[in-house]
């Protein structure tokens, strides 16, 4: 087997697991909150979580990834329907259309791309119950950080809108083959209770993005770009900071600015 395995891609952001024990934990990090039988996985390269997800037998697993030579080399050592390997960009694919009803996602991700599978994996959760995912240390902070935090913005805010967070633990670069420049960190996010805003969705989305754009300005001068100015100001929250507001304090903050629905 050894001859044949893809070599590395850095433009596909390729960064192969060796430990196949940290595959397993991440592997068996779903815990099938919202009762999903189904998991696509982002970005199976040689297959090493793939493996894993086939071994717990519950789940009906797809797997996509956007490198040609991943995709034979699957098909060549795995025993799973080949339709089931499917050969694309996450970014691109009509997500609703890969399975009937629910499903998870999991996959190391390609860090250059993963703010973005979130932001789809947000614009589907009502089919998305829960994620697992490995990303860059970093950004894994960041999601998970709670207001009143320095790293806490934009995507917090958006995906606790709707997800619980837990960061599950953290991968050192030496694991990788080639070795990423950057630690590595493993999230999960459960799909949360909220299924309705008493604000209209692109408000609360319009606001966060502004108030963060300008996150060292108190929100009164930071929403100046949003051109507010028939709206009263006078509200206390308007002198805080985007960081300084928990995600129900931005839901609060865009029903005043912009009305209920
Ligand atoms: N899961 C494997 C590989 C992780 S590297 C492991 O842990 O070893 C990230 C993988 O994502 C690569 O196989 C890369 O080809 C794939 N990838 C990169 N961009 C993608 C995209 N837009 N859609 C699907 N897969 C992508």
């Known amino acids: 087997m050894q001859e044949d395995k893809v070599r590395a891609k850095k433009h596909l952001g390729q960064h192969f697991l060796r430990d196949l024990n940290i595959a397993k934990k991440i592997a068996t990090s779903l815990t099938g909150h919202g009762g999903y039988s189904q998991v696509l996985e982002i970005g199976p390269g040689m297959g090493v979580l793939t493996q894993f997800l086939i071994q717990e037998k519950k789940y009906h697993i797809k797997a996509i990834d956007i490198d040609k030579e991943s995709i034979d080399y699957l098909h060549k050592h795995f025993a799973v329907p080949q339709d089931d390997i499917l050969y694309g960009d996450f970014l691109k694919i009509d997500v609703p259309s890969l399975f009937e009803g629910k499903f998870a996602v999991i996959g190391n991700f390609p860090y250059n791309i993963s703010s973005q599978i979130f932001f789809t994996i947000l614009e589907h959760r009502d089919i998305i119950p829960e994620s697992v995912g490995m990303i860059q240390k970093e950004v894994a902070e960041r999601i998970a950080a709670k207001h009143g935090n320095k790293t806490y913005g934009i995507l917090s805010v958006l995906l606790q809108a709707f997800y619980d967070i837990e960061y599950l633990f953290t991968v050192h670069e030496h694991v990788f083959q080639p070795a990423p420049k950057v630690k590595s960190a493993v999230i999960r996010l459960t799909r949360n209770s909220r299924t309705f805003m008493p604000c209209r969705e692109e408000d609360f989305f319009k606001t966060v993005k502004a108030g963060f754009n300008n ?47």
């Open 215 to 261: 996150r060292r300005k108190t929100l009164r001068n930071a929403l100046k770009t949003l051109n507010l100015a028939d709206v009263s100001m006078d509200h206390p929250i308007f002198d805080k900071r985007a960081e300084q507001l928990s995600v129900e304090d931005f839901v609060q903050l865009t029903c005043l600015i912009f009305g209920k629905q």
